[in-house]
Nanobody
């Protein structure tokens, strides 16, 4: 089993910055993927940014956040970060961390509990 601990959400004015963190713990053999998703009421959860496991660390971003958000990963700490700059009111959402990890029985997806990000205009 894998546990995810998220932190870093909050209230910020438009143009401000926040940094989200998500630490994975448990009996982890390998991590295949770490990413951040967000969801607003009545809408589907959407990918914000993702980073692949392994040494390459290939990243992917939603078009709406390219140039403003940066995802990074600490392989020693099994932690993924999302640096969010130039925040806009439309970035307001609950942000969820997702980790695809192998604990010995094949890769499985795990989700964090979610952290609220509110951007005021």
């Amino acid at each position: 089993q894998v546990q995810l601990a998220e932190s870093g959400g909050g209230l910020v004015q438009a143009g401000g910055s926040l940094r989200l963190s998500c630490a994975a713990s448990g009996n982890i053999f390998t991590i295949n993927f770490m990413g951040w998703y967000r969801q607003t009421p009545g809408k589907q959860r959407e990918l914000v940014a993702g980073i692949a496991g392994g040494g390459g660390g290939l990243t992917d971003y939603a078009d709406s956040v390219k140039g403003r958000f940066t995802i990074s990963r600490d392989n020693v700490k099994n932690t993924v970060y999302l640096q969010m700059n130039s925040l806009k009111p439309e970035d307001t959402a609950v942000y969820y961390c997702k980790v695809v990890a192998n604990t010995g029985s094949g890769p499985q997806a795990y989700w964090g509990q979610g952290t609220q990000v509110t951007v005021s205009s």
